[in-house]
């Protein structure tokens, strides 16, 4: 049965559902996303639905995690956040549906939603197992499309989390290696490489921070924004997302020191530099 003839749901009322982002690591080039798409608007066609990005790395759980983590909160409240990033598709991973800080997500049960909660519990955890929200025949190897939209649409409409499958007391996984205490400051890593090269650790600051990151042989004090280093020149700073982050100004800082994931680096507070 194609997505046209998905199941439709009754006449909606006067209110606007809410907004479905959608994350994937489909890219530009097939129809996957247009699929998708099509068996939302078929379900749900006022549903606002917004491309969150569908550039993750393929088959990349903690690009995909990053992403989600670092953005679901600019959107309205009761937004419902789809995340397909799902290399166990058909196997045994269960799909999750999460309320959280006021929104609603869908993943699979890989470590996409373990970004957004940061340590912190859901305030609501469901499996996904009721099939009366699925599309009507449902294809191992594509459950963006059989699964996660209508299930989505389903939920803008109004589905509960309770209707959609048993409480699940589980966390989700966490997607990356915590940031940990040593003397002097603080050992992190690199998670995530953005379009521009720039290099984001796990290492959260605050805005008043102040110190040192010693990384690739050199100390970088931390810099308030990128125009602060000369032309090519490593810096460290506060990214937009909060977390500890290094770039090359006008340039790859991934690319130029062979940054990639997992490349230590030590935050120093500036209390205990020197």
């Given at each position: 049965m194609t997505a046209a003839r998905a199941r439709r749901a009754p006449p909606e009322p006067d209110i606007v559902p809410p907004w479905i982002t959608l994350l994937t690591d489909f890219g530009p080039r097939d129809t996957y996303i247009g699929m998708m798409k099509g068996v939302i608007a078929t379900i749900a066609p006022r549903a606002v639905v917004v491309d969150l990005s569908h550039g993750v790395a393929p088959q990349d759980i903690v690009d995909g995690a990053y992403l989600l983590a670092t953005s679901y909160r600019y959107f309205p409240a009761g937004t419902i956040h789809v995340a397909v990033v799902d290399p166990g598709v058909g196997g045994t991973r269960a799909i999750l549906a999460m309320e959280f800080g006021g929104f609603r997500f869908l993943a699979p049960d890989n470590g996409l939603l373990g970004g957004?909660?940061?340590?912190?519990?859901?305030?609501?955890?469901?499996?996904?197992?009721?099939?009366?929200?699925?599309?009507?025949?449902?294809?191992?190897?594509?459950?963006?499309?059989?699964?996660?939209?209508?299930?989505?649409?389903?939920?803008?409409?109004?589905?509960?989390?309770?209707e959609l499958g048993p409480a699940r007391a589980e966390m989700p996984k966490q997607?990356?290696?915590?940031?940990?205490?040593?003397?002097?400051?603080?050992?992190?890593e690199v998670i995530y490489r953005d379009h521009f090269g720039n290099c984001i650790t796990n290492i959260r600051l605050d805005e008043n921070a102040a110190g040192t990151a010693r990384v690739a042989g050199k100390d970088l004090p931390l810099s308030s924004h990128y125009a602060q280093a000369a032309r090519g020149e490593l810096v460290a700073l506060r990214g937009s997302s909060g977390y500890l982050e290094l770039a090359v100004r006008e340039g790859s800082a991934s690319e130029r020191f062979g940054l990639d994931r997992g490349a230590g680096i030590l935050?120093?507070?500036?209390?205990r530099s020197g």
């Open positions: 957004v909660l940061g340590g912190k519990a859901p305030d609501r955890l469901v499996e996904v197992k009721n099939t009366r929200y699925f599309l009507p025949r449902v294809a191992a190897t594509f459950h963006g499309r059989d699964i996660f939209a209508p299930v989505a649409a389903h939920m803008a409409l109004g589905a509960k989390l309770d997607p990356w290696p915590e940031a940990s205490a040593v003397p002097g400051g603080v050992r992190g935050w120093i507070p500036a209390a």
